[in-house]
């Protein structure tokens, strides 16, 4: 059976990944994500009402034209997990493709609520959960099935995806890291990684997330943020001043942490901002989470407004706002604070808690240092980096290797530089460029097998 790559996105930057494989007359497509940061260096941009070839051109979704080169049909578009540089272009380019939406639970309800905010295209896709640990045929053959794994990273709910053809099974490694003391979700599932390692032909070929492979270690777990958290949240108990804490609002298990220091420490949690609003209602609502029942998630503007009067009325003292903003995005919450465009008051002294690393690219960075200048002049005191990656590092990359043991490996989500070292990595393996290791760009297409 003919075995193919496209590698379509995220093979020259972080975002916007896409990738399809196709496995004789069958398709799979794995991701659909926008590049975030192509479209904050706009100002006022409102991508649920541009049109694909626009963001394409923009560079901020996947250039999917390559699809037409491709002999055979999409059977089914599977997002490996929530984040907008995975499913952030699903409501822009799905539709031109027959097939469902394939994913896991947590995952679908959030590319519901993106499909559902789309204003220029009509995405009707079927959508399909399908949990970690199950399978489903692919196509008509017979011989092509395609397995979840379950893997941890910095949102619930995450897998990797595994094509299983008769030549040998292709492992879509995006995004993970091997966490085994998770806080809200069961461990990653390295059993069953190296069971495909060892079954049929093998593993013909890895597709890897190189984000921090060239850093050494182990990415520590979950709970070691946790721990962090808490130290840190403890250390002010005793402070009777304003505490505010920011974190990706996607990393519900982070929030949850949060959340129950907030309450340990004797101050009363509440979510503010809309993502922030999005992510825990939906974790919430399907029960990936036990928040206190009477917790408080507003996203609206106006409502957000109102709880910051009333944390301005009842003291800030007996408050501890979670809120968007720990990239300094222009129009999330903590930067509008900083910018004294809220009814809540920064004293000098106070305390903000950034439970987040900067994503390491110009623009966010720009917009942190800009958000922290501006929270520093009113007088508030910075606790940085409070956090732990969703990504692996060496060691773990290693792990993976020896797991699965793959015939071919591409290296993804990353720009040229941001490779190197993972080619370092895989050739102390035994790998080798242009034989068995691929290091490719947005818009080529791999022939594995012919």
Same mark, same amino acid.
């Given at each position: 059976?003919?075995?193919?790559?496209?590698?379509?996105?995220? /093979?020259?930057?972080?975002?916007?990944?896409?990738?399809? +494989?196709?496995?004789?007359?069958?398709?799979? +497509?794995?991701?659909?994500?926008?590049?975030?940061?192509?479209?904050?260096?706009?100002?006022?941009?409102?991508?649920?009402?541009?049109?694909?070839?626009?963001?394409?051109?923009?560079? %901020?979704?996947?250039?999917?034209?390559?699809?037409?080169?491709?002999?055979? !049909?999409?059977? %089914?578009?599977?997002?490996?997990?929530?984040?907008?540089?995975?499913?952030?272009?699903?409501?822009?380019?799905?539709?031109?493709?027959?097939?469902?939406?394939?994913?896991?639970?947590?995952?679908?309800?959030?590319? #519901?609520?993106?499909?559902?905010? @789309?204003?220029?295209?009509?995405?009707?896709?079927?959508? +399909? #959960? $399908?949990?970690?640990? @199950?399978?489903?045929?692919?196509? !008509?053959?017979?011989?092509?099935?395609?397995?979840?794994?379950?893997?941890?990273?910095?949102?619930?709910?995450?897998?990797?995806?595994?094509?299983?053809?008769?030549?040998?099974?292709?492992?879509?490694?995006?995004?993970?890291?091997?966490?085994?003391?998770?806080?809200?979700?069961?461990?990653?599932?390295?059993?069953?990684?190296?069971?495909?390692?060892?079954?049929?032909?093998?593993?013909?070929? /890895?597709?890897? !997330?190189?984000?921090?492979?060239?850093? #050494?270690?182990?990415?520590?777990?979950?709970?070691?943020?946790?721990?962090?958290?808490?130290?840190?949240?403890?250390? $002010?108990? !005793? /402070?009777?001043?304003?505490?505010?804490?920011?974190?990706?609002?996607?990393?519900?298990?982070?929030?949850?942490?949060?959340?129950?220091?907030?309450? @340990?420490?004797?101050? @009363?949690?509440?979510?503010?901002?809309?993502? $922030?609003?999005? /992510?825990?209602?939906?974790?919430?609502?399907?029960?990936?989470?036990?928040?206190?029942?009477?917790?408080?998630?507003?996203?609206? &503007?106006?409502?957000?407004?109102?709880?910051?009067? *009333?944390? $301005?009325?009842?003291?800030?003292?007996?408050?501890?706002?979670? +809120?968007?903003?720990?990239?300094?995005?222009?129009?999330?919450?903590?930067?509008?604070?900083?910018?004294?465009?809220?009814?809540?008051?920064?004293?000098?002294?106070?305390?903000?808690?950034?439970?987040?690393?900067?994503?390491?690219?110009?623009?966010?960075?720009?917009?942190?240092?800009?958000?922290? *200048?501006?929270?520093?002049?009113?007088?508030?005191?910075?606790?940085?980096?409070?956090?732990?990656?969703?990504?692996? &590092?060496?060691?773990?990359?290693?792990?993976?290797?020896?797991?699965?043991?793959?015939?071919?490996?591409?290296?993804?989500?990353?720009?040229?530089?941001?490779?190197?070292?993972?080619?370092?990595?895989?050739?102390?393996?035994?790998?080798?460029?242009?034989?068995?290791?691929?290091?490719?760009?947005?818009?080529?297409?791999?022939?594995?097998?012919?």
């Amino acid at each position: 059976m003919e075995v193919e790559i496209a590698t379509i996105g995220g /093979y020259e930057e972080v975002g916007r990944q896409m990738t399809a +494989v196709r496995a004789g007359d069958d398709i799979v +497509v794995f991701d659909m994500g926008l590049n975030l940061s192509q479209v904050l260096i706009h100002d006022n941009v409102e991508t649920e009402k541009m049109h694909s070839l626009d963001l394409i051109d923009m560079g %901020a979704i996947p250039d999917d034209r390559i699809m037409s080169d491709m002999e055979g !049909d999409v059977q %089914a578009i599977v997002p490996t997990h929530g984040h907008l540089d995975h499913i952030g272009a699903l409501s822009k380019l799905a539709h031109r493709y027959d097939a469902p939406i394939v994913s896991a639970p947590f995952t679908i309800e959030l590319v #519901k609520q993106q499909v559902k905010s @789309e204003n220029k295209f009509n995405v009707d896709n079927d959508l +399909v #959960k $399908m949990e970690a640990g @199950e399978t489903m045929s692919i196509g !008509d053959s017979g011989n092509v099935e395609l397995e979840f794994v379950h893997v941890t990273h910095s949102i619930i709910d995450a897998i990797n995806p595994v094509l299983h053809t008769p030549e040998g099974a292709v492992v879509y490694g995006l995004d993970k890291r091997m966490d085994h003391s998770p806080v809200l979700e069961d461990p990653i599932d390295m059993e069953r990684f190296r069971e495909i390692g060892r079954e049929g032909n093998g593993v013909l070929c /890895y597709i890897e !997330d190189c984000t921090n492979a060239g850093r #050494k270690g182990r990415t520590p777990s979950e709970s070691h943020a946790r721990n962090h958290v808490k130290d840190t949240l403890m250390s $002010m108990e !005793d /402070y009777d001043g304003g505490i505010v804490a920011t974190t990706f609002s996607s990393h519900v298990s982070r929030v949850s942490s949060l959340v129950e220091f907030a309450q @340990e420490m004797g101050r @009363e949690p509440v979510l503010l901002g809309r993502s $922030m609003e999005k /992510y825990s209602g939906t974790a919430e609502r399907l029960d990936f989470v036990d928040f206190p029942d009477d917790l408080g998630m507003y996203g609206h &503007r106006k409502s957000v407004d109102r709880t910051f009067k *009333r944390i $301005m009325q009842e003291g800030k003292e007996n408050y501890l706002p979670i +809120v968007t903003g720990h990239q300094g995005e222009p129009r999330a919450m903590l930067t509008r604070m900083g910018r004294g465009e809220t009814p809540y008051e920064l004293d000098d002294g106070d305390k903000v808690v950034f439970s987040a690393r900067v994503i390491p690219e110009p623009t966010n960075e720009g917009q942190r240092y800009q958000s922290e *200048r501006l929270l520093k002049m009113q007088g508030a005191r910075i606790y940085d980096d409070i956090h732990v990656s969703g990504h692996l &590092r060496e060691e773990g990359h290693y792990e993976m290797l020896d797991a699965l043991e793959p015939q071919h490996v591409i290296p993804a989500h990353q720009d040229m530089k941001g490779f190197a070292p993972y080619v370092d990595l895989a050739r102390r393996k035994g790998y080798k460029l242009g034989r068995d290791l691929h290091v490719t760009e947005n818009g080529n297409m791999i022939q594995l097998t012919e």
